[in-house]
């Protein structure tokens, strides 16, 4: 039976080849933090526009301070956003600003410290003590870009960075792919919200809320279906709230046990050609062997099982690079590195095994991995206080202490400026 286990490559295959990229909407830029842009970014101006001065000083032909002391004749100002309409000719010069245009004529800037000037008034005459050669201080015309340049491709996630470059480019509004709406349902007599427990028998649902964090985190827009009981028609009437959802994820009930009914409920001949159709359910992983994807209501379908631990890995291996590629985004999944192993490991089994550990880095400045010692998949506690996942192909021979190994990396992810 366990010959029935899908790898976990093909089953996350399957996944992303049944995604379909999300409609495009446009937002203010002020709301485009973190949103995939689902059309190029192009600039509407030339940055710089003309040429321009980088420091505050006097505009000045060269070749009138190439000896110095020089004694200029200064004639007018050019500030950031202004512009001095005269010529700049022999023995002149233009009082500047860092940002003004440098005039005609010009073609240096002598910074106002290698300055003596007996006002700050038009007239005043100016002494060079320094001279600068031609272009010195001086940004050209469409130094950073030219109107019409390439700012920010399709499928980026925008960054603090791209929403300055976009404001720089003029760009206010911004094309961005609408974030796909991911229906979550809890299934479980036992299963209570955090705050609602009166019976201390029963379960807390953490399922349902590490999920939601794990859509927003990635760019979605959760819709909490609540909680239903081991109830076909409970079942069934909940999750037909997953009808104009992009995506359905239901946790629990994935597996064998008696009362583990979503996939009899939602296959019921009375959701029509709404059923749910399975594609794959059992994969070669632990945690989270009992997966099943499918098609319900007309959108893919997630049944993650019901141990939080596996929940949240599911979410990290499989929710994650589905929703990056409903985004469009061109590199999907978390980040994978290389690490040391602190301990010796003994050889895995059939299923792809995803370790919760931590990292130190060592003295030969790689990160060294230490599993807990404990991997059992309803511990939320060693769950968060994992830095990541070492990843154990299936049949992975035993490891020693030293071996380079694959980790899927879940600290300092999410946040890029
Ligand atoms: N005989 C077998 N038993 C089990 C198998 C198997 O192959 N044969 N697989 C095991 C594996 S692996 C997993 S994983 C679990 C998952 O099964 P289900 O998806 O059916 O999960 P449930 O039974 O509904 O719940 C498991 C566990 O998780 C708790 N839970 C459920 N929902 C939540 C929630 N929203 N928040 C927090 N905790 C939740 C639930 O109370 C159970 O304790 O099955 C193994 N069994
Ligand atoms: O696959 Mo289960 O998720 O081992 O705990």
Not at 36 to 58: E, K, N, W
Not at 90 to 118: K, L
Not at 299 to 319: E, I
Request: proline share 7%; charged share 25%; net charge negative.
């Amino acid at each position: 039976m366990s010959d029935d286990l899908l790898p976990v490559s093909d089953a996350l295959a399957r996944i992303l080849s049944a995604m379909s990229p999300m409609p495009a909407e446009t937002v203010a830029l002020t709301e485009a933090l973190g949103r995939v842009t689902a059309d190029p970014i192009t600039a509407r101006r030339t940055q710089p526009p003309v040429a321009v001065s980088a420091m505050d000083g006097y505009a000045v032909r060269a070749q009138d301070v190439a000896s110095v002391p020089a004694t200029l004749k200064r004639i007018g100002a050019a500030p950031a956003g202004g512009l001095f309409e005269g010529t700049v000719g022999p023995g002149e010069c233009v009082r500047i600003f860092t940002g003004g245009p440098v005039p005609d004529g010009a073609d240096a800037i002598v910074i106002q410290e290698d300055v003596d000037a007996d006002s700050e008034e038009d007239g005043a005459t100016v002494t060079v003590r320094e001279g600068a050669a031609a272009g010195t201080y001086i940004r050209p015309a469409g130094l950073d870009f030219h109107e019409g340049d390439l700012g920010i491709a399709a499928g980026r996630r925008l960054s603090a960075r791209d929403i300055g470059l976009a404001a720089t480019m003029n760009v206010p509004w911004i094309s961005v792919r609408r974030k796909p709406r991911v229906a979550i349902l809890s299934t479980g007599d036992e299963i209570v919200r955090p705050g609602e427990l009166t019976d201390p028998m029963r379960i807390v649902s953490s399922n349902a809320y590490a999920l939601a964090a794990v859509v927003r985190a990635v760019g979605g827009e959760p819709v909490d279906l609540g909680i239903a009981p081991d109830d076909e028609g409970a079942l069934r009437r909940l999750a037909a709230g997953a009808r104009g959802a992009d995506m359905l994820v239901t946790t629990g009930g994935a597996s064998v046990g008696r009362h583990d009914l979503v996939q009899k409920a939602l296959r019921d001949t009375e959701f029509g050609a709404d059923a749910l159709e399975v594609g794959f359910w059992k994969i070669a992983m632990r945690p989270g062997k009992p997966l099943i994807f499918g098609r319900f209501a007309g959108v893919p379908m997630l049944g993650l099982p019901g141990n939080p631990v596996s929940t949240v890995v599911c979410a990290t291996v499989f929710l994650r690079p589905a929703l990056e590629t409903m985004l469009g985004l061109e590199t999907v999944g978390g980040q994978e590195e290389q690490a040391v192993l602190a301990v010796d490991l003994k050889e895995n089994d059939r299923r792809q095994d995803y370790v919760r550990a931590t990292w130190e880095m060592g003295d030969d400045g790689r990160r060294h991995v230490r599993p807990f010692p404990r991997q059992d998949s309803s511990m939320m506690s060693r769950l968060a206080a994992a830095d990541c996942l070492i990843v154990r192909p299936a049949h992975d021979p035993s490891r020693k202490a030293g071996d380079t190994v694959r980790v899927l990396c879940l600290a300092g992810d999410f946040l890029s400026i």
